[in-house]
């Protein structure tokens, strides 16, 4: 009787090892941790701006000059405009990555407003990217540096608890969205 060769289980070990070599790779190097100044986990981004905090913050807090500022979003839509202000607390808007709104879009709540200081928004009804996650939010940190200069922080986070499955994607998706968060 010929003896059962080994090969297939070595290479077959071999090669489970190496991707969780490789996925551990990814998460200890990914640009999603704990950050200075943040109880949480988060992806973040700054810049230096040559404007005021209250000009930033105004701006930007207007959706009609998403197209003008974003890498990645085409345009945003006030949903909620007739009763509540855009870029204030409450605030509801679309997001979409195409002109013909096909595609890559999701919702945005302002959950939080700290006038030329902070703005944070809930998303939510992702659709069209190729992996999501619950529990997403995002921040606009704005620090004063001069009388016309500031420093402006995007951040993407969970707001709430998440699920290990979800937080592994957030450790490899924050390459791409390290990427998205730059003006």
Known sequence: MAKRSRKPIKW??????????????AIFLSPYGRKSGHSYR???????IDATPKTVFNYLGESAHASEWSVYVHHITPLNADSISDGLVGSRRRCFRRADEAGTRWDELITEVVPYQKRQLTLNHLIGFPMSADNLATEQIYMPLSTERCQLTFTVFFFQESSLIDELKMYLAAYVIKNLLVL
Do not use: P
């Open 42 to 48: 988060l992806v973040s981004h700054s810049l230096e």
């Open 12 to 25: 077959l070990t071999g090669f489970i090892l190496s991707a969780l070599l490789l996925l551990s790779l």
